[in-house]
C-alpha cells in the first residue's frame, strides 16, 4: 500500500485531532481510497486555513509598484522578486532564460487631417488618488510586432473587423482596400482582425475600445466605477498566434542559447500591415467625421451619435516605428518534489510580464502563485509532501506569443508528455466574484468537485453553488467562450490566449483555466493596476485567497491521488455532440460512420473505466494504480497527432483548436476541411481522427 500523502502524526501537528474527525466523515474523494481520502481532507483544512489576504495584498502592490514589460529592467524585477519569494518560502528554485524576439513603440503618432486637425493616439489620463495613472514611465498605445512605417489615408469603419464585417461592407458596395480601417474591440482577438484586414488589402488597421463593450454604457467608469473612462487603451501583441506561438524566429523549438532561427520575414505569425490601439475619446473624432451610409443593424456603438461606414471624408495620418529585437526574457520555476512519484509533475501555471502594471492581467494571479507558494513552502518545512511533484511555473513574455511557457514546453517536451499530469492555469486570479473556468472535458466533474468543497467568499455558500446561480459565461478578454459538458455550469472548451496553450494543444496534458471574473473595463490599459483591484476589482482580496484555496486544492488532489480523477465518459458525450455539428456541417457528402463507430468504441472503454472507479470506491476491486495512472495519462496524448493540424502543424490536438479568434474550434482537421470546400482532405482528416480516438478507447481497454 502507498503511503498516506500526509501521515496521520503530520495532520495531528497540523490540524488536530477533531479535522482528523471531520476529514474522515466526509465522502471520499474521486480517486482516492477511504484512508487517502480522510488524509487529503484534512490536508486541505490547513491548506485552506493558512492564506492571508493582507499578504496577498502586500505581494500585489510590491509586483505592480511599476511597468514590467517583457524584456525591460521592469520585468527583471518583477523575475528577480518571484525567484526570492521562491526561495525564501523553501521551494527549489531556478531562473530559466530564453533568447526571443520582442517588440517595442519607438515612435507612434497618429493625427486625423480632413476634415480638421486633431492629435489622436493620446496616453490614458491621469487620475487624483491612483498615482501609478501619472508615471511617465508608461509607453504610449502601441501594438506589439505591428509593421511600421507611414500611412494616410480615407477611413472605413469595419465595425469589430471580422469576416462577416467585410462580406457586409461587400454587399453594401463599400470600398475598403488601400483605405485605413476602424474597428472596435471584442467579438475576436486583434491578432485575428489583423490578419483579415491584410488577407483584405487594407493598408492600416486602428482598433479602440468601444463604450458600448467595456466603457459608461456598462457602467460607472474609473475612477468611479471598473468600467473603462473614455482615454483607456487596450495595449496588446498584433500576432498570429493561432498559427504557431511562441518566439517568432524558432517556430516549434526552444529558444535556447545556439538555436536555430528563421529570418522574420520567413516568420507566419508577424503582421504585414500597420495596427495601432486607440481610446474612443480619439475614434469619437473619426466616427463623427464619416460620411457614407448609416451603419447596419448591429453596428452601432455607444458613443451618443449615429455611427456611418464612410469612407471618409475623415482621413488619418499613421506614423510609427515599432521595434523586433532580441531581447532576454525570464522563467521563474519552482518545484515541491513528489515523494512517491516525483517524476510526475501537476503544472501550476502563471506568467508575471505586463503591458503596463497588470494588476488583473496578471498580477492578481501571480499574487495568488506567490501566497500558494509560501502556504505550501510552510507545510514543506513541518514535513508534508506531495506524492507527485508540483511545478509552479512563472512564465514570462506571456503578452507577446505566450513566449516563455512555449519555449519552456518546447525545451522540455519529451519529459512532459510522458510525465505531466496536467496544467491548472491561472492567468488572472479576479477581476470580480464570479468564477469561471475553461477545461478538457475529462475535468470537469474534477472542478465542480472541487468548487463544491470551498466556500465562496460572498458566505453561506460553495464557490460551486454561487457559480451556479450565475452561469453566465464570462471572459475577461472578450474572445468569446463556448461552452459544454452535462453539469449545471458554464465550463468553457480550451481555445487560446494564454499559457496553457503549449501543455494542451501542444502536448496533449489535460488543462483547467481558471479566474473570479466580474466588470473589467480597464483591459492591458494604464488603470489596470493596484488601485484598480484594491477599489473595485476585489476589494479585501478575500476572493484572491479563494483561489490560493481552489488552486492549492486541485494540485494536491490531482498531486496524492490514487487513481488520477479524471472522466472520460464526459469527453464521450463531447465527440457525440461535435459530431452532430459536424454532420450538419457536412451535409450528405462525408462518410461518418467510421467516427461514429470509433466515438462509440471510446464511450464503452469509458463506461468500463467509470465501472472500475466505482467497484474501487466502494472496496469491491484495487485496480492496479501505476499501470492504471500509466493509461489514464496517455489517453489525452493519444488525440495529438505528431504532424499536427493542415496547414498549422504545432497544433497536435485533434480535438480543439484555436480560431483566428483564440475561440475553440472542434474536430479542426475535418472542419477548416469542410469549411474551404476540400472534400478530399476532410474525409482524410476523419479517418486521421477517428484513428486518434480508437486509440485512446484502446488504452482505456488496457485498464483491467
Same mark, same amino acid.
Given at each position: ?269 508577424? =503582421? ?69 512519484? =516525483? ?113 465562496? =467568499? ?247
Amino acid at each position: 500500500m502507498r503511503r498516506l500523502s500526509c501521515r496521520p502524526a503530520g495532520l495531528l501537528f497540523l490540524c488536530g485531532i477533531s479535522c482528523w474527525v471531520w476529514a474522515q466523515e466526509r465522502p471520499a474523494l474521486r480517486g482516492f481510497t477511504a484512508d487517502h481520502s480522510a488524509a487529503q481532507r484534512a490536508l486541505e483544512q490547513e491548506l485552506h486555513r493558512q492564506p492571508r489576504t493582507d499578504q496577498i495584498r502586500l505581494y500585489h502592490r510590491i509586483l505592480t509598484e511599476e511597468p514590467h514589460v517583457a524584456g525591460t529592467a521592469g520585468g527583471k524585477r518583477v523575475a528577480d522578486y518571484i525567484l526570492q519569494e521562491f526561495q525564501r518560502h523553501g521551494i527549489q528554485s531556478e531562473m530559466v532564460e530564453y533568447d526571443v524576439l520582442l517588440s517595442y513603440p519607438r515612435e507612434v503618432s497618429l493625427s486625423l487631417v480632413v476634415p480638421e486637425q486633431k492629435k489622436l493616439a493620446n496616453s490614458e489620463e491621469g487620475y487624483p488618488g491612483d498615482k501609478d495613472s501619472y508615471d511617465p514611465r508608461v509607453d504610449p498605445p502601441w501594438h506589439a510586432y505591428a509593421a511600421s512605417g507611414q500611412h494616410q489615408g480615407q477611413v472605413v469603419y469595419v465595425n469589430y473587423g471580422r469576416r462577416e464585417d467585410y462580406q457586409q461592407l461587400d454587399r453594401m458596395g463599400v470600398d475598403y482596400r488601400g483605405k485605413i480601417a476602424l474597428a472596435r474591440y471584442f467579438q475576436g482577438y486583434r491578432g485575428g482582425k489583423s490578419l483579415e484586414a491584410e488577407q483584405r488589402g487594407v493598408a492600416a488597421l486602428i482598433i479602440y475600445s468601444d463604450p458600448a463593450e467595456d466603457g459608461y454604457v456598462k457602467g460607472d467608469t474609473y475612477p468611479d466605477g471598473p468600467w473603462g473612462p473614455p482615454s483607456h487603451v487596450q495595449r496588446g501583441a498584433n500576432v498570429y498566434d493561432f498559427r504557431v506561438p511562441g518566439d517568432p524566429l524558432t517556430p516549434g523549438w526552444a529558444s535556447t542559447a545556439g538555436a536555430r532561427r528563421i529570418a522574420e520575414s520567413e516568420s507566419e505569425v508577424l =503582421p504585414k500591415i500597420a495596427t495601432l490601439p486607440i481610446s474612443y475619446a480619439d475614434a469619437q473624432h473619426i466616427l463623427r467625421n464619416l460620411a457614407g451610409a448609416p451603419v447596419p443593424a448591429g453596428w452601432q456603438g455607444g458613443l451618443p451619435f449615429t455611427y456611418h461606414v464612410g469612407p471618409g471624408p475623415a482621413e488619418v495620418f499613421l506614423n510609427q516605428e515599432i521595434s523586433r529585437e532580441r531581447r532576454k526574457i525570464y522563467d521563474v520555476i519552482g518545484k515541491i518534489p513528489g515523494r512517491s512519484h =516525483p517524476e510526475q509533475v501537476v503544472i501550476l501555471s502563471n506568467h508575471h510580464d505586463a503591458w503596463v502594471y497588470g494588476g488583473v492581467d496578471p498580477s492578481s494571479g501571480t499574487a495568488v502563485l506567490l501566497e500558494l507558494a509560501r502556504v505550501l513552502g510552510q507545510m514543506q518545512r513541518e514535513g508534508w509532501k506531495p506524492e507527485r511533484t508540483l511545478l509552479l511555473g512563472a512564465w514570462d513574455a506571456e503578452e507577446y506569443t505566450l513566449t516563455g511557457s512555449t519555449e519552456y514546453g518546447e525545451e522540455h517536451a519529451e519529459a512532459l508528455r510522458q510525465n505531466a499530469v496536467a496544467c491548472l492555469n491561472v492567468d488572472a486570479a479576479s477581476s470580480g466574484d464570479r468564477f469561471s473556468a475553461s477545461a478538457v472535458p475529462s475535468l470537469r466533474r474534477f472542478i465542480v468537485e472541487a468548487t463544491r468543497d470551498i466556500q465562496d =467568499p460572498a458566505g453561506g455558500r460553495s464557490i460551486y453553488h454561487r457559480w451556479v446561480e450565475n452561469t453566465e459565461a464570462q471572459n475577461v478578454r472578450g474572445y468569446g467562450v463556448d461552452v459544454g459538458g452535462s453539469y449545471p455550469v458554464p465550463i468553457g472548451i480550451l481555445g487560446s490566449g494564454s499559457d496553457y496553450t503549449v501543455f494542451f494543444n501542444f502536448l496533449g496534458i489535460p488543462s483547467i483555466d481558471m479566474l473570479f471574473d466580474g466588470p473589467y473595463g480597464v483591459y492591458h490599459s494604464l488603470y489596470d493596476n493596484h488601485f484598480w483591484v484594491d477599489r473595485f476589482g476585489d476589494p479585501g482580496f478575500h476572493y484572491h485567497r479563494a483561489m490560493v484555496t481552489l488552486w492549492a486544492t486541485m494540485a494536491t488532489r490531482l498531486a496524492n491521488a490514487d487513481v488520477l480523477p479524471f472522466d472520460y465518459l464526459e469527453y464521450a458525450r463531447d465527440f457525440e455532440t461535435y459530431t452532430e455539428d459536424l454532420r450538419k456541417l457536412a451535409g450528405s457528402g462525408l462518410q461518418l460512420q467510421e467516427l461514429d463507430d470509433a466515438i462509440a468504441s471510446f464511450r464503452r472503454a469509458a463506461e468500463r473505466v467509470e465501472g472500475i472507479l466505482d467497484r474501487a470506491a466502494r472496496g469491491d476491486q484495487d485496480p492496479g494504480r501505476a499501470a492504471f495512472n500509466q493509461a489514464l495519462l496517455r489517453v489525452e496524448r493519444d488525440l495529438t497527432h505528431p504532424d499536427g493540424l493542415p496547414g498549422r502543424p504545432w497544433f497536435k490536438h485533434l480535438i480543439y483548436a484555436p480560431l483566428p479568434s483564440y475561440r475553440a474550434e472542434t474536430f479542426p482537421g475535418v472542419r477548416e476541411a469542410l469549411l474551404e470546400q476540400d472534400r478530399p482532405r476532410a474525409q482524410g482528416e476523419l479517418e486521421r481522427l477517428s484513428r486518434a480516438i480508437r486509440q485512446a478507447a484502446a488504452t482505456l481497454d488496457r485498464i483491467r
